[in-house]
Nanobody, 126 residues
Framework: QVQLVESGGGLVQAGGSLRLSCAASGRTFSSYSMGWFRQAPGKERQFVAAINWTGGTTSYADSVKGRFTISRDNAKNTVYLQMNSLKPEDTAVYYC???????????????????WGQGTQVTVSS
């Protein structure tokens, strides 16, 4: 019964930056792999980034690599997604997800994650 709450979404101009936060409940947060996914209108949900429970291994979708950075602060039970050089194509609802398994390598598929937040809207204007 892990609860995830995303925040930090909003409207930004192309080329701008935004940082998303995902606050997780439970003292076992430190053992979870965490992921970010996004879904644009009329499109399927796609993988964005993930980080393993130690924070030592990260994974990114090719479309965001070099622009987005995922990080975590286990003391605060929070995972972040720093988004730079935003493009209109990044417009979507962004979801935070948690995998309670103590995996070394974080998953890139949504089926790997058992817990999901309700999402936060990111809109990038041109």
């Amino acid at each position: 019964q892990v609860q995830l709450v995303e925040s930090g979404g909003g409207l930004v101009q192309a080329g701008g930056s935004l940082r998303l936060s995902c606050a997780a409940s439970g003292r076992t947060f430190s053992s979870y792999s965490m992921g970010w996914f996004r879904q644009a209108p009329g499109k399927e949900r796609q993988f964005v980034a993930a980080i393993n429970w130690t924070g030592g291994t990260t994974s990114y979708a090719d479309s965001v690599k070099g622009r987005f950075t995922i990080s975590r602060d286990n003391a605060k039970n929070t995972v972040y997604l720093q988004m730079n050089s935003l493009k209109p194509e990044d417009t979507a609802v962004y979801y935070c997800a948690a995998d309670p398994r103590r995996a070394v390598v974080p998953g890139r598929q949504d089926k790997s994650y058992d817990y999901w937040g309700q999402g936060t809207q990111v809109t990038v204007s041109s």
